[in-house]
């Protein structure tokens, strides 16, 4: 999605946003600007100091003594601006960029592991990879010359003027009339252009989005005879791209050529300005010349303006995404009233709706799962469950209403000690690129080989682990795809074991998995599930039938709450679903009849 905004960033946001980033080493920062500020004075001191040189050369007879003495300012000053130049870089080469670039992506990190998951899923993820990879870079690495550069095209100019001021008022009026024209070009420039590369960096985000998308799912598309209506998509984000660059680059094009010629203009208005006054008397050669050699001088800056606000501009684009992401806050975590007691779960008058959806996903729910026990969720296709899973691991916090674990409200646990509690089993199993035995040890990181073995064999995947070319150590990414889905979930739910929390979240698979790996999976579940506090979005008849209690959804209701031989006896939704699903093997496998 877009997150740009589309007005022309001031340089004081750009400076509050360069600090943000900057973070601990935001005074660093502070410091490198100050310092090139002084030595931009210093620069134009030295500038100036061109009048009276001229001026004592010039005289009749040529003053020597002046000369010497106005040139060794000149060099005094000169020498003091590259030393504080030198010593603003510092920041640069003393390594303060690579911690600061350090340090973000580090407080990036940070902030994606605590960025409430509804506000993280807003993103793709190319367009995070691409603020965590490039983004970065693009907004520190800049920073140092970046601001060198434009304080010098701030600062001299004013210093110039202020010192012209006092040689020859009039002088000084026509360069404060020329500079303040700048501006405008100034701004049409960063408008045209920066829209446009904003949008060029939009583009290249949606781009990277595609491009892993498409990578990704590239196996699902071949199987699907899809890759050709894909690459479509991803050939279309390739021509915008192209398209977009091509007009950023067009777009510069005018507000560059005006400003040079602005600047041409400057030095012929010095120019036609003095030679008048000179003729006429009353402006000396002296001023006069060294008006001519100031202002070509301090117009050299200007020529680089296109290039230079190209740079800006990325630097800009980089920062706002980076502010984006950092500016999520997290979901307050309140003081707990009491720490959790057990491991029972209570919905409580539980209202929630998606982030831009107005029609609540869940209608006041309440519901209390006793520890230990097993409750089914049913309900046809988007009525709610995978909601209610989702508010108990706190993707969001409800509108209205409370989530109870132990009787403590869910916002007053840390997200550590929530996440402690339960153990998520999904229907799509992510596995790193790392060995098998690495895999499930996520599930809880200290533990030694053994527990992980115990595991596995509890979740009943030792056998076809210990067929594969390394046994535990095989790398996942070295046999690709080759793990069956029933494969994949037992490794995810020997995780769920080792962990051992204890809630546990499953969604049953639904995939067609084949009779003899389905009740694999099912050993595997039977022993996580075990002594636990477990909610299941049930897609078998025996779980369902087996459940101590089932939920029934419907339209985001919990309609029907009771075991399984009450809610066939009242006769009501579930015994409905019941009847249409009965001749089906599994409950998910009929479709839901529309009045359900
Ligand atoms: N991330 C989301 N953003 C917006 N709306 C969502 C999101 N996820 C789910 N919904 C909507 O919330 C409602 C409930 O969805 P939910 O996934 O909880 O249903 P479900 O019963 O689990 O369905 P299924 O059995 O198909 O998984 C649906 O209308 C769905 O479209």
């Known amino acids: 999605m877009s997150h740009a905004t589309h007005t022309i960033p001031t340089l004081r946001e750009t400076y509050r946003r360069m600090l943000m980033a900057a973070g601990s080493e935001a005074p660093a920062v502070r410091r490198m600007l100050a310092l090139f500020a002084l030595g931009a004075v210093a ?64 407080r990036l990190g940070r902030q994606l592991r605590q960025m409430p998951m509804q506000a993280l899923a807003r993103w793709r993820t190319g367009d995070l990879g691409a603020v965590l990879g490039g983004s970065i870079d693009e907004a520190v690495a800049p920073m140092g010359t970046l601001s060198h550069v434009i304080i010098r095209m701030l600062v ?113 208005v010095v120019l036609a300005l003095g030679g008048t006054w000179v003729t006429q008397g009353t402006l000396s050669l002296a001023a006069f010349a060294a008006m001519l050699v100031i202002v070509m001088r301090f117009s050299e800056p200007l020529a680089l303006f296109s290039e230079l606000t190209k740079v800006f501009d990325l630097m800009e684009v980089a920062l706002q995404r980076m502010d984006q992401v950092l500016a999520v806050a997290p979901l307050p975590v309140t003081a707990p009233a009491q720490p959790p007691s057990d491991h029972d779960i209570a919905f409580d008058g539980v209202t929630f709706a998606y982030e831009g959806e107005n029609a609540p996903a869940l209608k006041d729910v309440s519901f209390h799962l006793p520890a230990r026990s097993l409750t089914a969720l049913v309900g046809p296709s988007g009525s709610g469950k995978t909601t209610v899973t989702r508010l108990i691991m706190r993707f969001a916090d409800p509108r209205a209403g409370t989530v109870r674990i132990g009787g403590a409200d869910i916002r007053s646990l840390s997200s550590d000690a929530l996440a402690a509690r339960l153990s998520v089993v999904f229907q799509d199993v992510y596995l790193f690129d790392d060995t098998i035995l690495e895999n499930i040890r996520m599930g809880r990181p200290d533990a030694d080989d053994a527990a992980v073995v115990a595991a596995a064999q509890a979740a009943n995947c030792h056998d076809f682990i210990r067929r594969l070319p390394d046994g535990y150590a095989t790398r996942v990414g070295d046999i690709g ?102 001749r089906s093997k599994a409950w998910h496998a009929a479709p839901v009849p529309a009045d359900v």
Not at 76 to 96: C, P
Not at 156 to 180: E, H, S
Not at 490 to 517: C, F, G, M, N, W
């Open 43 to 106: 620069q134009g001191l030295a500038f100036a100091c061109f009048f009276p040189l001229l001026r004592a050369l010039l005289a009749e007879p040529a003053d020597l003594t002046q000369a010497w003495i106005w040139l060794g300012v000149m060099v005094a000053a000169t020498v003091a601006d590259l030393i504080l130049g030198w010593l603003g870089h510092g920041f640069e080469y003393g390594g303060a960029i690579a911690d600061v670039t350090h340090d973000l992506r580090r």
């Open 156 to 268: 001299v100019p004013l210093v110039v003027i202020a010192v012209t001021l006092a040689i020859d008022a009039r002088m000084a009026l026509a360069m404060a009339v020329i500079v303040p024209m700048a501006v405008p070009i100034y701004r049409w420039q960063r408008r045209a252009s920066g829209q446009e590369r904003r949008d060029v960096a939009e583009a290249h985000g949606r781009t990277e989005s595609d491009i892993v998308e498409y990578t990704q799912g590239l196996a699902v598309l071949r199987t699907l005879g899809q890759t050709g209506a894909k690459a479509q998509r991803l050939q279309e984000s390739l021509a915008h791209l192209r398209e977009v660059q091509a007009k950023a680059l067009m777009a510069g094009l005018w507000p560059a050529l005006l400003m040079a010629g602005l600047v041409e203009i400057g030095l012929l």
């Open 481 to 582: 795809g080759s793990l069956s889905g029933g494969e994949r979930q037992r490794i995810s739910i020997a995780r769920a074991i080792l962990k051992d929390a204890p809630i546990v979240i499953l969604d049953e698979p639904t995939a067609a998995l084949d009779t003899e790996s389905e009740r694999a999976v099912q050993k595997a579940i039977d022993a996580l599930v075990r002594e636990r506090t477990v909610l299941v979005i049930a897609h078998r008849l025996s779980t369902v039938v087996g459940a101590d209690r089932i939920l029934v959804f419907d339209d985001g209701r919990l309609v029907e709450m009771a075991d399984h031989r009450s809610l066939l006896e009242a006769g009501g939704r579930y015994a409905a679903l019941w009847t249409a699903q009965l």
